[in-house]
């Protein structure tokens, strides 16, 4: 869909409107993102307008970016961080109109997917997430800003998760009643990462926290990884948030969408590729305790999901975008079946994470 935008946000990195396509591109459901295309055949860019109903301080964000693409900048030049593209005053953003704008070096020859299709696929993408993550293995996470205060804190969810129980009426607590047995048995994957928080050699890292598959590019013709894209969210935390969030978006071939649950089972040929994938590049720097919690990391971000929909469910659909009432508590149905597959299947995961450690 070719749009037009505001002219001084095109002004603001020095193009003009009248020589310029604009396309919408993109599917996720955060930030508008555009393809820009100068009429003149220079290389193009991809221009997003931040959304700040979520990212609070968006300059957080390009802090952040700049800081890590200085240190990468002199430790490992090769690699492709995609920073954003200065403005023709130099700075990181465009503040236009109260909107908040940043540019991005369009990547050629490659791809984004909103679906894996090939166990390749998510070990190409488990790679580059363990990539970035190794290669800022000794840069000092508490130099950067939480863009998101609280994101992945388990903690956090759980209690608001009790707060929105205790203000429920009655009719949604009777609808959720399974589910809400289920919130509370499952308590002790909480208890079981705070008995685990504060040891030495289970360190906050740099970490992506949003690691579907869409925000991996790969190589248009060979599938191969390229970089990792969508930076909003880098910020501290620890290595359960990526590795966590692939277990709970690579290895059932249904998203949290699905309403049929005998649908959601795991794949055992992508949690395969993509432990061998993120292993590949963490393995040599993962601390004892973070090896122990591999597997768990997969319970921790899945429960944590499961605990935000039920949350947004019974707080009546504030957060999530649905298109029928019942839409956040199937979603939480969904992800509580993602968990209890993650269960039944816990020696053979564990068997494979086992045999890629060595």
């Not at 009719?171 to 705070?194: F, W």
């Not at 508590?329 to 995961?349: H, I, M, P, T, W």
């Amino acid at each position: 869909m070719e749009l037009n935008l505001d002219s001084e946000v095109l002004e603001a990195y020095g193009y003009a409107k009248e020589n310029t396509k604009i396309t919408q591109i993109g599917t996720g459901l955060i930030n508008r993102t555009y393809l820009l295309s100068p009429s003149t055949g220079e290389k193009k860019y991809i221009l997003q307008n931040i959304n700040t109903s979520v990212f609070k301080s968006p300059q957080a964000i390009a802090d952040n970016l700049k800081i890590i693409a200085n240190y990468l900048s002199f430790t490992s030049p090769d690699y492709l961080f995609v920073k954003p593209v200065s403005t023709m005053r130099g700075e990181e953003m465009a503040h236009i109109h109260h909107e908040y704008w940043r540019m991005l070096p369009f990547v050629p020859n490659t791809i984004s997917l909103d679906v894996l299709s090939d166990p390749k696929q998510a070990y190409e993408a488990a790679k580059q997430f363990g990539k970035l993550s190794r290669l800022l293995d000794k840069f000092d996470a508490k130099t950067l800003q939480p863009t998101i205060p609280g994101f992945h804190d388990l903690g956090l969810r759980y209690e608001q998760f009790m707060l929105a129980l205790n203000q429920a009426n009655e009719t949604l607590k009777q609808d959720a009643k399974a589910q809400l047995s289920d919130a509370l048995t499952h308590k002790y994957i909480l208890d079981y990462y705070n008995s685990y928080a504060h040891r030495k050699d289970f360190p906050d890292r740099v970490m992506h926290h949003d690691t579907k598959i869409s925000n991996v590019l790969l190589d248009s013709e060979t599938n191969e990884g390229v970089c990792v894209i969508d930076l909003d969210t880098i910020m501290p935390g620890k290595f359960i948030s990526d590795l966590g969030d692939m277990m709970r978006t690579y290895l059932c071939a249904f998203s949290e969408n699905e309403a049929d649950l005998d649908k959601i089972k795991i794949r055992l040929p992508y949690f395969e590729a993509m432990i061998k994938g993120y292993l590949s590049e963490m393995k040599s720097i993962l601390t004892e305790t973070e090896k122990e919690l591999i597997l768990f990391s997969g319970k921790y971000i899945i429960y944590m999901q499961a605990l935000r929909f039920l949350t947004d469910f019974l707080s009546g659909n504030n957060y999530y975008p649905t298109s029928y009432p019942t839409q956040n508590l199937d979603r939480a149905k969904n992800q509580f079946k993602l968990l209890y597959e993650l269960s039944v299947n816990e020696k053979e995961l564990q068997d494979i994470i086992e045999e890629n450690l060595v």
